[in-house]
């Protein structure tokens, strides 16, 4: 319980420092950004980086899933 516990804590800061970005970013208008809008192509680069993150995240918690199995065998 007290994992998850700590994911929730994780994923709801990670979410929050998301938002401060994207609140961040939204007084810049970028050229590129635009161009890529009009072109449909933002929506591929937001999809790869969305699956990036997913995977380093589901990485990250098999990890920690080994580490503490071999901490309780020890």
Do not use: C, P
Not at 4 to 30: D, P, R, S, Y
Not at 57 to 74: A, F, G, P, T
């Amino acid at each position: 319980m007290n994992t998850w516990i700590k994911m929730k804590k994780l994923i709801f800061t990670l979410f929050a420092a998301f938002l401060t970005l994207l609140a961040h970013a939204q007084g810049q208008e970028v050229e590129m950004a635009d161009t890529m809008r009009s072109n449909g192509k933002i929506y591929v680069v937001v999809s790869i980086l969305s699956i990036i993150f997913i995977g380093i995240v589901v990485y990250l918690v098999l990890i920690d899933r080994k580490l503490k199995k071999l901490e309780k065998e020890k």
